[in-house]
């Protein structure tokens, strides 16, 4: 149930070229292995592969899809991490519209953000994705499910933490993001990496509510 212009295929296509590019930085910045940027392009290659194939299903089913391809295409440990956040995704935006509250939604399972519960889930993606549509000129989706004071005051005050320090709006809610990512407070490279993931697909999202 895509609406507007969202497309997810479209927005990890936008990933994955990122990641890309970053690839050489990311394998440097793997002091143990060197090889985490390698596994970066392989994940987001494979995730792009599902999203084209399942084009024309739920957002749902596309995310599921990927999770499964990606255990079958990859063994590594962000494979492994990915994986399980795509299909939390599929979880948490199961029988919803496609709309900058849900996409942020999935970001945040991706990155295995806190949505431990679907009310926390929600009400985190709720008010991030408020802003990002403020920002746009855009509204998102309202999930009608209660709100979680602890999960919406630590969005906020790390967002507000991230303006006062001169930040763009997109810059703070990147931040808002990763700052309850588990895969961000892994390794340097694993933090580097989330933050381009984060911020490309954030961009990304950002220009197509735009048009």
């Known amino acids: 149930m895509a609406s507007g212009n969202i497309d997810l295929a479209s927005l990890f296509k936008q990933v994955s070229k990122a990641v890309a590019q970053n690839q050489d930085s990311l394998n440097e910045a793997d002091t143990y292995n060197h090889d985490h940027g390698d596994h970066m392009v392989e994940i987001f290659e494979v995730?792009?592969?599902a999203m084209k194939d399942k084009k024309s299903a739920d957002p749902a089913d596309q995310?599921?899809?990927?999770?499964?391809?990606?255990?079958?295409?990859s063994s590594s440990g962000s494979a492994t991490i990915y994986a399980d956040g795509l299909k939390n995704a599929a979880k948490q935006v199961t029988g919803k519209d496609l709309d900058a509250g849900s996409v942020i939604s999935i970001l945040q399972s991706v990155l295995g953000a806190s949505t431990e519960t679907k009310s926390t889930g929600a009400a985190s993606s709720d008010m991030l994705g408020s802003l990002l549509g403020q920002l746009t000129g855009s509204s998102s989706g309202e999930s009608g499910d209660g709100l979680d004071m602890g999960d919406l005051l630590s969005a906020g005050m790390n967002y507000m933490s991230a303006k006062q320090s001169g930040k763009s709006d997109l810059e703070a809610i990147t931040g808002a993001i990763l700052s309850s990512s588990q895969v961000a407070s892994g390794s340097t490279a694993r933090s580097q990496s989330s933050e381009i993931v984060a911020s490309t697909l954030l961009n990304a999202l950002s220009g197509m509510l735009n048009k």
């Open 63 to 73: 995310l599921e899809y990927a999770a499964k391809l990606l255990r079958e295409k």
């Open 47 to 49: 995730i792009t592969q």
